[in-house]
């Protein structure tokens, strides 16, 4: 017992001395802290609130002291790049500041840095120990400036594309007045009369949707949509015109696809696909809509034999208002939105549109989309000679699935051809899957 008391005594002992000599450090070094370095000189002092108020601003903020230096700066100032170290990048900030410091006038100014416009606001903050003091505000302008620059270039085609129609039917509404006495003549431009007004009704439509489309991220209530029905729907609409040029238009492909989105949309930019592919056709040809698996992915192709589309024009086709020949845009009745509008129903239900084209041996559009989960499994594949797809076509006929895929891909086998893809207004090359 002995013992183990002595061993108890010594811990004990040993414990307060260890803890003795920890707080004897720590006093040591509150001591130490607490005189005065003179070497250091003290840092400015803000006005009270100013780091606060940095520390929550959306826009870019720097505070500047009397030699330029930056004192403090919001992230999001060193994140666009405002910012280095501890100097501002901009000259023209600079030269500001220091006609601030000068007269003390508040000073506003739009300075462009790296491709991105700020409007930047200096003002004379001073503070205690901190002479010559400003504050830098810069508000990125570069998005609103390009949404002005759409909208305005918006409203100018609009109202470009809306005096054709407009002034034809002045043009013609004198004429039919000047034409009373003629029923013949005036029957005759009643008619022409009525197809401009239709005209001029389908532009109308097509910029409300569009203007939709563009305001609307993606869908909010997305709901399962079978591609089958979509397909034959979207052929139906397009069987006057396809049958006026004697135009077979069939459909081949996988059944049962189904993906999430809205299913009037989805037929809309698929029958803008299909019209273009009639209109831009010679008479007496084929279009065929085939659908196959991918993957998570179904693809939804149309290919035509008509004029094809040049490099350059592929670029662009998806640009509203643009047409690859005006000439024949107005003959047909196009209003060059019809891209546009398959553009953007695609981006909003997270899918793209592609397109491979050669000039003389014609085009093939392919909308590609994300399947429904459930739907998501592996399929039978691509119509075949044993195993027949259903076909449909612009007569109302039904045909060989065989048939109509042979079709397409004679149409461009061995052909080359250029790929573009579209994807929420950017475009750039692509590969095209299913098409040789």
């Known amino acids: 017992m002995d013992a183990e008391l002595a061993l108890g005594v010594g811990a004990a002992l040993g414990l307060l001395v260890g803890v003795g000599a920890v707080l004897a450090v720590r006093v040591s070094e509150r001591l130490q802290r607490g005189k005065p370095d003179e070497s250091v000189e003290p840092e400015p002092v803000l006005p009270l609130g100013v780091a606060s108020v940095l520390s929550v601003l959306p826009w870019s903020a720097v505070v500047l002291d009397e030699t330029d230096h930056v004192l403090r700066s919001s992230a999001a100032a060193r994140a666009r790049g405002l910012v280095e170290q501890d100097r501002v990048r901009v000259p023209g900030l600079v030269a500001l500041a220091s006609l601030v410091r000068k ?38 302008l570069t998005e609103v400036r390009r949404v002005e620059d759409v909208r305005r270039d918006f409203v100018a085609n609009v109202s470009h594309e809306l005096k054709t129609p407009v002034g034809a039917l002045t043009l013609l509404a004198d004429t039919v007045e000047a034409a ?36 609307a991220g993606s869908l909010n209530q997305p709901e399962p949509v079978g591609m089958q029905g979509v397909v034959a729907e979207a052929i139906d609409r397009c069987r006057l015109q396809a049958t006026a040029k004697n135009i077979d238009v069939t459909a081949s492909g996988v059944d049962g696809v189904t993906v999430l989105g809205d299913e009037e949309l989805l037929t809309v ?168």
């Open 103 to 140: 007269d003390g006038d508040i000073r506003s100014e739009e300075i462009e840095l790296g491709g991105q416009l700020f409007n930047v606001h200096v003002a004379p903050i001073g503070g205690t120990g901190a002479p010559g003091t400003v504050l830098v505000l810069a508000e990125d």
């Open 269 to 436: 930019a698929l029958r803008n696909i299909i019209d273009n592919a009639v209109a831009y056709s010679p008479a007496r040809t084929r279009v065929n809509v085939r659908v196959v698996r991918d993957g998570g992915h179904v693809e939804i192709s149309v290919s035509d034999q008509g004029i094809g589309i040049s490099p350059r024009d592929q670029q662009r086709i998806f640009e509203r208002f643009y047409r690859v020949d005006p000439a024949r845009s107005r003959e047909t009745g196009g209003t060059g939105l019809g891209l546009a509008i398959v553009k953007h129903v695609m981006s909003n239900h997270g899918g793209d549109v592609r397109v491979w084209s050669k000039e003389r041996l014609g085009s093939t559009f392919t909308l590609r989309l994300p399947l429904e989960p459930q739907s998501a499994q592996p399929s039978r594949p691509a119509a075949t000679e044993s195993e027949q797809a259903t076909v449909y076509s612009a007569a109302g006929e039904r045909g060989n699935g065989a048939d109509a895929q042979r079709g397409e891909e004679s149409a461009h086998q061995g052909s080359g051809g250029d790929h573009v893809r579209a994807t929420s207004g950017r475009e750039g090359p692509m590969s095209l899957r299913g098409v040789r």
């Open 180 to 215: 009373a006495d003629d029923p013949e003549a005036v029957r005759h431009f009643a008619a022409r009369m009525r197809t401009e007004a239709q005209r001029l009704s389908q532009m109308v439509q097509e910029i409300v949707l569009l203007s939709r489309l563009q305001g």
